[in-house]
């Protein structure tokens, strides 16, 4: 059991270590050690059907990677692909991670229980379902969390 007051003098001592160093005191993004998605690749499950996600496709080639305002290219516009398909969104497909994708991506945040911070990474990427397409004729068949 904790003692009365003692919440307050923990938080009187964080307050004064903060402005010690410097006021504020942050922890490191969680893609921080992640490369930009810098490209999208298509994947294949056990049905036969199609999944594309942003991945960073120079080396290492990885899916763990992340996308944040002012990002651009073919990953970011595989993200408002799949943010259009299963979440409902309308965004512009212009591959530019501007104000629009990044409101879109608070609200699929929220949605999924991820943490809201209008960045895209791993934890982002795992609790979002991902847009299944018709190997053959490339329509859109459902939304799924990754395998």
Known sequence: MRKPGKSKALLATGAMMAAL????????????ADPVCNGSDTNTDTQGMKWVLPVHVTAPFTSNCYLQYGNSGPGVRALQKNMNSCYGKSLVLDSSFGQATEDALEDVQGRIGARIDGEYGRETMLKMKWARYHPETGARVDCKYLP
């Open 21 to 32: 160093f410097g006021g504020v005191i942050t922890a490191a993004p969680a893609h921080a």
